[in-house]
């Protein structure tokens, strides 16, 4: 699908408040066990920090299709207690950790993914981020350099017993 039509099949905005359930689940079903957010930890996200979620809700069924989420910062590497404490925000942090990209499965392979990345890209440009940070799994980080991320190597992050890929992308900042 092309921009345009992923516009009109889904509504992209901030997660809320009763959809922390529904992500969670979409959460469980796009990583294993040993990786996935707790339903707790992403009702505790959803609460505390909407605003850096973008959740893609399909108009026809009026559910979460996928969604994107973070905590601002002003660190610049990333650590696994990012996952587990969404008391590390800071509001006026520089940079963004992301969480996790969901795409639940029926709805990949139409460019979803990359179109919720570019959204939230440019949101958090417009919001004065600089960097947008995530880990990743080897096989991931061809797909993330598609949507403007540079591998940095292997992160000190551990999360889930796995070896991630630490990977960055600077924000294009307007001059005001």
Request: net charge negative; charged share 30%; hydrophobic share 35%.
């Amino acid at each position: 699908m092309n921009i345009n039509e992923l516009n009109e099949r889904f509504g992209f905005r901030n997660i809320r408040p009763e959809e922390a359930g529904q992500a969670a689940e979409i959460e469980r079903i796009c990583f294993p066990s040993n990786e996935a957010c707790t339903e707790t930890m992403m009702r505790e996200r959803a609460a505390s920090v909407p605003d850096l979620f973008l959740v893609a809700v399909d108009h026809k069924t009026r559910k979460l299709a996928g969604f994107l989420n973070g905590l601002a910062t002003n660190e610049h590497a990333f650590r696994d207690e990012f996952f587990t404490d969404s008391g590390l925000h800071d509001p006026d942090g520089e940079n963004i950790m992301l969480l996790g990209l969901d795409v639940l499965p029926e709805y990949r392979g139409q460019g979803l993914a990359r179109e919720i990345m570019r959204q939230y890209q440019c949101r958090e440009a417009l919001r004065g981020r600089k960097m947008l940070i995530l880990t990743c799994l080897e096989n991931k980080v061809r797909m993330y350099e598609k949507m403007g991320f540079r591998d940095n190597g292997i992160s000190a992050s551990g999360w889930g017993g796995e070896e991630w890929h630490e990977m960055s992308c600077a924000l294009n900042m307007r001059d005001s």
